[in-house]
């Protein structure tokens, strides 16, 4: 019907800022980091890895307070892109291996990320 509304349930996210990952296909295969961003649902940075250069030149800034114009040093930078993905795998902090990421209820209702090889808890750092 046209006017019915239709719900769209956003799928939860299996990784998370903060996880430990590992690179499972491209040029960084095998090295291990850990998830500084999530940058959309199927997108994520993870720090030095997919790093590429990105070459600067020098431009006059001019500030909002100063009346001299100050200048951007130019040069070549070091950049994180981000990976997809579909191309990292979360690793286990108790098991230490790569795993799929299963969803469990504690006895409280919450629901908990769980390692699907050992099913012990993913445990999640409490920002303080």
């Known amino acids: 019907m ?6 769209h349930f956003t799928k939860v996210p299996e990784i998370r800022k903060g996880d430990q990952v590992v690179v499972l296909t491209g040029k960084d295969a095998g090295k291990h980091g ?12 993870v720090g030095g890895i997919n790093v590429s250069k990105r070459h600067t030149k020098p431009r006059t800034i001019q500030g909002r307070t100063e009346s001299a114009p100050q200048i951007q040093q130019g040069g070549i930078l070091d950049k994180t892109m981000p990976l997809a993905i579909s191309n990292v795998m979360v690793v286990c902090p108790s098991c230490g291996q790569p795993t799929r990421v299963r969803h469990a209820a504690l006895g409280t209702g919450a629901s908990v990320r769980v390692c699907a090889r050992c099913g012990e808890p993913l445990a999640r750092e409490v920002k303080s």
Do not use: A, M, W, Y
């Open 34 to 45: 850990t998830v500084d961003r999530v940058v959309r649902p199927d997108r994520v940075i």
């Open 2 to 7: 046209p006017g019915e509304v239709v719900k």
